[in-house]
């Protein structure tokens, strides 16, 4: 008995042995946030009043469009629960005039959704949600598609400004 028992903990070792080497060599996209504000959010008389954050991020030094489309939110006294969706443009960065987003279209690379929490006193906020699709002429591989998205970050006092990092698990 005891042999059978050093046989199978000796094959499970070798199987999760081989079965993490490969997972345990991918690493996460991490990129580096900073958006502005839509002051136009919800006008409808602005060019792109679906749109609340939007600017760019540094994907290991190559920099893409980024935009967020709430689809909901609650509000909780000091800060509030949100659901949007997030766009990763190819070859387009969002524009702004005066606080309002000018132009908000150009080539998907990558899109996903997300939910999360603000936290108003300080000013920070963090989602999590999944990438849905990905270009498969783009610049990102398509097996991104179902993982995992986080983001972290912090406005400023006026919350015009966001910083902060989206990573997308491997």
């Not at 946030?33 to 839509?38: E, R, T, W």
């Not at 689809?71 to 949007?84: A, C, I, K, M, P």
């Not at 270009?135 to 912090?154: E, Q, Y």
Request: glycine residues 12%; hydrophobic residues 50%.
């Amino acid at each position: 008995m005891p042999r059978k028992l050093l046989a199978i903990i000796a094959a499970v070792g070798i199987l999760v042995t081989l079965v993490a080497a490969p997972v345990g060599a991918d690493t996460p996209l991490v990129g580096e946030m900073d958006l502005q504000f839509n002051l136009g959010l919800g006008d409808p008389t602005a060019p792109c009043p679906e749109f609340s954050w939007a600017g760019t991020i540094d994907f290991e030094g190559d920099t893409f469009g980024l935009a967020f489309i709430p689809t909901g939110r609650v509000d909780g006294g000091r800060g509030f629960l949100f659901q949007e969706f997030w766009v990763v443009y190819e070859s387009f960065v969002p524009e702004f005039t005066d606080g309002v987003m000018t132009a908000c279209m150009g080539d998907v690379a990558m899109w996903g959704y997300d939910e999360g929490v603000a936290n108003a006193p300080h000013l920070t906020a963090t989602a999590e949600g999944y990438v849905v699709w990905v270009d498969a002429g783009g610049s990102f591989p398509t097996d991104l598609v179902g993982n995992r998205m986080v983001f972290r970050g912090m406005s400023d006092a006026n919350f015009l400004e966001f910083n902060g990092t989206l990573a997308i698990a491997p």
